[in-house]
């Protein structure tokens, strides 16, 4: 079971077996800068351009950290078991009162090490935003994203396509919902 620790009156903390997660601060810019840079972690994502501009990683801690943010941001913290202290980062945007988008990405050297589905899992039970229904997408090109989310609950709903800023296109996606009790 999870552990959930306040960290301010919006966002917990979130203590997993083999990390926390935390929201984020901003010595974490330089870490996402870092993982973010990496073309196959930008084509994963809607929003991540590449090449990553100067200043985005800043810009992004600054919008995560923001009292009036529609995004909460949680960096996967794995410092407290000799891992590094940004992993990658797991989200949620509140789409209404009680929906919530859930998204995430994972810095390539710690791919295929289950970080992602520990991470989705561990906010899909904490819920933070009380939410009755989970959305997320996964790129048809990203079979690891999916099986994540497949792994954590969430059922296939269909097929479409979002832009990928990094890809400067269109790109298919599979988009998925998790009911919640």
């Known amino acids: ?62 919008r995560a950290m ?15 078991n000799k891992l590094a202290e940004v992993l990658g980062v797991v989200s949620l945007t509140r789409i209404d009162k009680e929906q919530s988008e859930l998204g995430f990405w994972i810095g390539a050297g710690f791919w295929n090490t289950g970080f992602a589905t520990e991470a989705v899992s561990a906010l899909v039970e904490a819920n933070p935003h009380g939410s009755r229904t989970l959305f997320a997408e996964a790129f048809q090109d990203n079979p690891g ?20 800023v990094a890809r400067a296109a269109r790109v298919p996606t599979w988009t998925y919902l998790r009911k919640m009790a």
């Not at 620790?5 to 974490?28: C, G, K, M, N, Y």
């Not at 996402?32 to 985005?56: C, F, K, M, N």
């Not at 954590?152 to 097929?159: K, T």
Request: glycine share 6%.
């Open 66 to 80: 923001a009292a009036d943010r529609d995004e909460d941001v949680w960096a996967i913290d794995g410092s407290a």
């Open 145 to 164: 994203s999916a099986r994540v989310l497949t792994n954590c609950g969430f059922e296939y709903l269909g097929d479409a396509e979002s832009w990928s």
């Open 1 to 62: 079971m999870n552990e959930l620790i306040s960290s301010d009156a919006r966002q917990i903390e979130i203590v997993t077996e083999r990390f926390v997660l935390r929201p984020l601060r901003a010595s974490d810019a330089g870490l996402i800068a870092h993982y973010t840079a990496d073309r196959r972690v930008a084509e994963g994502t809607r929003s991540i351009p590449h090449p990553l501009p100067p200043g985005a990683s800043e810009a992004y801690v600054r």
